[in-house]
């Protein structure tokens, strides 16, 4: 029979690369706690309008790129492509924005578009996200960014750019998108034939092409900074002298205008070399309408979310010996021969992981010379044998794998056997 294939754009996790997930994990719940972020854990599919009123009807992820269906009763359903209109619609619908002045939520899970894949582009990838709820400072926007560079800085993440723009207020986008569709009708014919559909119905995208024949395009475009209100120009001058203040440089860049239609004021990309042509690693911004769009009242609101596969992509090219710690943490193997052993080896094995330490034994009886080879490819420190002899006579052999010493133990000296182990791996030896 044929075997069945994962899914285009989908990727299973496995090995070093899985544990070096969970240690990434680990890392954001670190930051992102002590910078005062909560876990919410929102379903993987949600009402698809959710996002069209969010996101916005004309944008690409929703236009081209929503895994949609209907369900049986006939609920037009869609698989999230991102976390932040889930995130907005359980704080309205908890009744958690009404009650608590701020909120503060991240996240880690899988989202979905239907992209043509390539490096670092996926159709099933993964985000972690937070989002600040209730504050119209830009000292909210700069620890929403301050969180996320101190994140990738306990991965040892260096090389990456912080570019930062301001998008004004939403008055001022409206004003600035009716300019923009009239310089971009007036330079159609030079400009890609995606750029040229979307002029209409999506103008700022065109501002993201990297085609170069949009380029000189691009290049002249009237910007969206130069039509924001002083006082949005005020708070976004505030933000990048706050940002340096302790210490995160970022450039600003008139041309991130970010794909999707809910920001208001800052937004900002994180970029990476190691990345490629889809070199953004995170991305985030203020939202400050989206709340009361989705049926709330009105609260400021900034947020971040940065692509896991990316980041791995980075760590990966940028640390080249960047191990998951897990693999580096002790570990003991327990042998035995003969059934009467094996019954002792399973509850030595067991008394191991009870008091905590990583250990593994073969159930399938092999020559004990197999199983010291074993143990030494997958890196045990110690092993623990029991052998027929040791069986009868209430005992086992410790052994250690660097130094090959083996010692003779009685059964009741297992404990201290123990103790001896857990300071040694304590101490890394
Ligand atoms: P976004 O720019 O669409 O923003 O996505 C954020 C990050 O997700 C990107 O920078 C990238 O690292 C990763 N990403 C996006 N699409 C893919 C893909 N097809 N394959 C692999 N990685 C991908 C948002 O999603 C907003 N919700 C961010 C935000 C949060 N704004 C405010 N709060």
């Not at 159930?363 to 044998?385: I, N, S």
Request: charged share 30%; aromatic share 8%; proline share 3%.
């Amino acid at each position: 029979m044929d075997s069945i294939q994962s899914l285009r754009g989908t990727k299973d996790i496995y090995g070093e690369e899985a544990l070096l997930w969970e240690e990434v994990e680990a890392a954001a719940r670190s930051i992102l706690s002590r910078f005062g972020f909560e876990p919410v854990r929102t379903p993987l599919i949600e009402e698809a309008q959710l996002f069209a009123r969010s996101v916005g009807e004309a944008t690409d992820i929703v236009q081209k790129e929503m895994y949609r269906f209907t369900d049986r009763s006939d609920t037009a359903i869609a698989l999230r492509p991102e976390g932040t209109a889930s995130v907005v619609r359980f704080l309205v619908q908890s009744g958690l924005a009404k009650a608590r002045p701020a909120n503060k939520f991240y996240y880690y899970g899988p989202m979905f578009r239907a992209e043509r894949p390539q490096k670092g582009r996926l159709r099933q990838f993964h985000q972690i996200g937070a989002e600040f709820f209730g504050s119209r400072s830009e000292l909210a926007d700069a620890e929403v960014i301050e969180a996320l560079v101190r994140f990738l800085e306990s991965l040892g993440v260096s090389g990456s750019v912080i570019q930062v723009n301001n998008l004004g207020d939403p008055g001022d986008r409206e004003t600035y998108t009716r300019e923009l569709k009239k310089y971009l009708s007036a330079h159609l014919p030079k400009l890609c034939d995606d750029c040229r559909a979307r002029a209409d119905k999506n103008a700022m995208r065109v501002l993201d092409c990297k085609k170069p024949s949009c380029a000189s395009v691009i290049e002249k475009a009237p910007r969206i900074s130069d039509h924001a209100s002083a006082e949005s120009r005020k708070r976004f001058e505030g933000l990048v002298r706050v940002l340096g203040s302790v210490g995160i440089a970022c450039r600003v860049n008139p041309r991130i205008v970010r794909g999707l239609d809910y920001y208001t004021g800052a937004v900002f990309e994180v970029t990476h070399s190691a990345l490629g042509s889809q070199d953004a690693l995170a991305a985030g911004g203020r939202y400050d309408g989206l709340v009361e769009s989705l049926g709330g009242a009105s609260t400021p609101a900034v947020g971040f979310a940065l692509g896991v596969e990316r980041l791995l992509i980075v760590l990966k090219e940028t640390q080249k010996d960047f191990r998951p710690s897990s693999a580096a943490e002790g570990l003991v193997a327990v042998m035995w021969m003969g059934d009467k052993a094996r019954a002792i080896a399973y509850q030595k094995l067991s008394e191991l992981r009870r008091a905590g330490v990583r250990s593994f034994m073969d159930f399938e009886e092999r020559p004990l010379d197999r199983q010291f080879t074993r143990a030494e490819k997958l890196g045990a420190r110690y092993a623990v044998v029991v052998g027929p002899s040791e069986a009868e006579e209430n005992a086992f052999n410790f052994k250690d794998m660097i130094s090959r010493v083996e010692t003779r133990c009685a059964d009741a000296s297992f404990g201290s056997k123990i103790a001896q182990i857990q300071s040694a791996f304590a101490a890394k030896v």
